[in-house]
């Protein structure tokens, strides 16, 4: 069975600060997908990130960046200089395959709370 | 960009009544699902549906749940008779044939509220 853990329940910090969120996932498959989704007080999922286990190249994108570490089960997402726009429930979720009806299995989430 | 359109946005139902969600998924994919978020909690998985049959479905979806695809456009999701504990946020998603190829589009979620 899958399983994604976020350790982190809440997190605050003061704008501009860096601030990294974890996320260790379990899996036997050696095909498998990660993701990070942003969860905006509105209630939206935004998805940000899609990373496939064959790919453990480090990802950019603005302030965000993802380090994906196989060798740790590990698919961390860091925010960079964060901004009070930040401030939302991030979670972090994985599939088996990438085929099938495969379902998304999310780990509990993190709330982050940028302080201006 | 294709979007997956859920609604109502929010519905409130007394217990007991019968209610259903209605979600219309991207036109080209093939699999669908409904997941739950209970206020504050972690989003959770109920049924996923392809082929015009249930692929998978949680503990959480026992008889009270059903899923249909009436028209090959609209994707419900059927509670017969709502408890409390039904109170959530439900979230229609989809997907093509490959998870490589795009991933699931989630729509903004239906928040049901039981009284």
């Known amino acids: 069975a899958q399983k994604v853990t976020q350790a982190q329940t809440e997190i605050s910090v003061v704008e501009k600060e860096d601030v990294t969120l974890d996320c260790v996932y379990e899996?036997?498959?050696?095909?498998?997908?990660l993701f990070w989704y942003k969860q905006p007080p509105s209630g939206e999922l935004v998805f940000l990130i899609r990373?496939?286990?064959?790919?453990?190249q480090n990802e950019i994108s603005g302030r965000y960046s993802w380090n994906f570490q196989k060798s740790t089960s590990s698919f961390n997402f860091t925010i960079t200089a964060s901004q009070v726009v930040d401030s939302a429930v991030y979670f972090c979720?994985?599939?088996?395959?990438?085929?099938?009806?495969?379902?998304?299995?999310f780990g509990q989430g993190t709330r982050l709370t940028i302080n201006p | 960009e294709p979007e997956v359109t859920q609604t109502p946005s929010h519905q409130v139902t007394q217990m007991g009544q019968e209610v259903i969600l209605h979600c219309v998924p991207i036109?080209?994919?093939?699999?669908f699902y409904w997941y739950r978020q209970i206020l504050g909690q972690k989003v959770e998985f109920l049924v996923s549906?392809?082929?015009?049959?249930?692929?998978?479905k949680s503990e959480i979806f026992d008889d009270q749940f059903s899923v249909e695809r009436p028209d090959g456009s609209n994707f419900t999701l059927k509670i017969r008779s709502t408890k409390l504990e039904d109170s959530a946020m439900y979230f229609c998603?989809?997907?093509?044939?490959?998870?490589?190829?795009?991933?699931?589009?989630f729509g903004s979620g239906t928040r049901l509220t039981v009284v």
């Open positions: 998603a989809s997907r093509p044939n490959r998870v490589v190829d795009y991933g699931y589009t």
């Open positions: 899996t036997r498959d050696t095909t498998y997908y």
């Open positions: 990373r496939n286990s064959f790919d453990e």
């Open positions: 979720a994985l599939v088996r395959g990438n085929q099938g009806a495969q379902k998304l299995v």
């Open positions: 036109s080209n994919h093939l699999y």
């Open positions: 549906f392809y082929n015009n049959e249930i692929s998978e």
